[in-house]
């Protein structure tokens, strides 16, 4: 890995030096969060990239109009070149259909224009930026961790773990759900996976942060620097857990990934890209669904009281929360070949942005889909967790955290009520909570 640093709203790449660079999503933040509504807009003047839009919360009505008008839509900037916005179902799962014409290989979220080169630096080592067949050996390496068998070895320890947290909130006085809750579970169950020493998990949830972060004062990195210099941090302690696991192998995800047959020969540098792959899916996406389930209920509170009269309905509830929350907003593929999507004409190397957020509000597939409804009956539909030979491997973890942790609440608590609006998290892709603050009413 080269001192140098980018960062391309999710990719990982490290290829560019920082003093020079703006990403695609700098790009649109540094234009104001003064972006006119998307009704005063003509369909070819909307780009859905601002990060603003979405922590504000108002990207809803330019998803809409783009489903409507052009589902599959067409930018280009300056700093990521040509892109296309997929926003409804069945196209996305055409694209993520055909992994051959739509690849993974020049990296997941929005970039710099593709040179038709595969992905550089920490990147070209995760596998969820590689093709079949190197994406499958990889993936396969890791994927015994969430099988059904080892979920179901895991289960008492997270439910202890989630009793734990829970009965340790205060009553009557308002705190951070994300902070107390979501994070602090999310973490102690990713230091199980990678037996990660305990008492420093939360390095795991900061790590996972500084990936997707936008650099800006007072935010959560404010420079390419900082990202590269705590990512470096990242190594190093991987490095030595790395040394520690091919002498004394356990059952955890640093040892399959050191004696995995594909990936045995990597270092902890070099497979950078596998192990930020591996801390986010385990905490981005379940610890954000987590806060949006306390907040889907609250801003829906007859479905609150719905589950509360009817707890059978958790699971269901689960497969709602997931796909109306949508805590990956988007993921990229990159055109091997010209081709033809939609009615569109798709040039070589274009960009095509899957709008899984949108996806999950297709009224062709969900009925009144801006709505928690916790007894929908095809719910699990979603495209949260993307499809295809990419379809993440932890989902049945996620599932069966956010289940626990709602049998749990509904056994010891009258209700968990918002206070107030929650902040959001200023990225086009990680589609999140930074704060949201509740009180509880214990039973």
């Given amino acids: 890995m080269t001192s140098t640093d980018t960062d391309t709203t999710g990719d990982t790449e490290f290829a560019r030096p920082a ?9 649109q933040v540094a234009k104001g969060a003064g972006i006119a509504p998307a009704d005063e807009l003509t369909v070819d003047d909307i780009n859905p990239l601002n ?59 929005l970039g710099i224009p593709d040179s038709g080169e595969p992905a550089s630096g920490a990147q070209t080592s995760a596998f969820i930026a590689m093709d079949p067949p190197k994406q499958r050996e990889q993936r396969r390496t890791v994927t015994p961790a969430v099988q059904p068998k080892n979920l179901l070895n895991v289960e008492p320890l997270i439910r202890e773990r989630t009793i734990d947290v829970l009965e340790s909130l205060p009553e009557g006085k308002t705190f ?13 169950m990713l230091a199980t996976l990678f037996d990660f020493p305990f008492d420093d998990r939360r390095k795991l949830a900061r790590w996972s942060d500084i990936v997707f972060a936008i650099p800006e004062p007072g935010g959560v990195i404010e420079s390419h620097e900082q990202r590269f210099d705590e990512l470096m941090e990242c190594v190093q302690y991987f490095t030595k857990l790395w040394e520690e696991r091919r002498v004394d192998p356990g059952q955890d995800l640093v040892s399959m990934l050191v004696h995995g047959e594909h990936t045995k020969d990597m270092s902890a540098q070099d497979h950078l890209g596998n192990l930020l792959l591996l801390i986010v899916g385990g905490n981005d996406t379940t610890r954000n669904t987590m806060s949006g389930s306390v907040y889907g209920l609250n801003t829906f509170p007859e479905q609150y009281d719905k589950l509360i009269a009817s707890p059978d309905l958790i699971r269901n509830m689960v497969q709602e929360i997931i796909r109306w929350q949508t805590p990956l907003a988007y993921m990229r593929r990159t055109a091997t070949r010209d081709c033809e ?15 899984y957020l949108s996806a999950n509000r297709d009224g062709n597939v969900f009925e009144d889909p801006d709505r928690v409804d916790i007894e929908r009956h095809n719910a699990d539909q979603h495209l949260s967790f993307g499809y295809g030979v990419h379809r993440c491997m932890g989902l049945r973890l996620a599932e069966m955290q956010l289940r626990i942790l709602w049998e749990e609440i509904l056994g010891r608590f009258e209700r968990i009520e918002v206070q107030a609006e929650p902040t959001r998290t200023l990225s086009s892709f990680v589609h999140g909570y930074t704060t949201l603050p509740v009180t509880v009413t214990r039973k």
């Fill in 19 to 27: 003093a020079d660079f703006r990403t695609p999503e700098q790009e």
């Fill in 341 to 355: 999507l939609g009615g569109k004409q798709i040039r070589k190397n274009d960009q095509l942005l899957m709008w």
């Fill in 51 to 109: 990060a603003n839009l979405f922590a504000e919360d108002r990207y809803h009505r330019y998803f809409e109009r783009l489903r409507d008008e052009d589902p599959i839509h067409f930018n280009e900037i300056d700093t990521a070149g040509r892109y296309w916005s997929v926003t409804k179902a069945d196209d996305i799962k055409a694209v993520e259909g055909d992994w051959k014409t739509f690849s993974s290989a020049s990296g997941i979220t």
């Fill in 176 to 188: 951070d759900w994300v902070e107390t809750v979501s994070i602090e579970l999310t973490t102690r």
